[in-house]
């Protein structure tokens, strides 16, 4: 396996999307709503990972609470799968607990299925590229 992306959660993520594009000197990407996920998502495809920049659509946002809280900041880590399904059955036969029990629709068509952070010690993302 191998990190995928990692995940920045902000309260404005047009402010932040000018940042980042002036850090990483790239062109700035394009917002994604994901409606489903409660996010707008931001990826700035680097030479060796994904930097994803997620702020909550609304309340009902599973990153509202850790931007209103915290202020912002390091969300999450992914890790990369080759087969999900395969992966969480691993995982369950380990130990770990997971968010849902199947995965989801992620960002460009990916599946995704997060590890609950007191299993793994931090909110972990494992995700299968399309």
């Not at 931001?42 to 609304?58: H, K």
């Amino acid at each position: 396996m191998r990190i995928n992306h990692l995940a920045i959660a902000v309260k404005d993520i047009a402010q932040a999307r000018d940042m980042w594009s002036k850090l990483l000197k790239m062109n700035p990407p394009e917002i994604h709503v994901l409606e489903e996920r409660g996010v707008k998502a931001c990826p700035f495809y680097t030479e060796n990972v994904l930097l994803e920049i997620v702020e909550p659509i609304d309340e009902s946002s599973p990153v509202w609470k850790f931007v209103h809280e915290k202020g912002g900041g390091l969300h999450h880590i992914a890790i990369e799968s080759d087969d999900i399904e395969a992966d969480i059955e691993l995982g369950k036969a380990n130990g770990f607990r997971f968010i849902g029990d199947s995965p989801v629709d992620g960002l460009d068509n990916s599946k995704i299925i997060f590890f609950h952070p007191k299993s793994v010690g931090i909110l972990l993302e494992l995700v299968q590229p399309s």
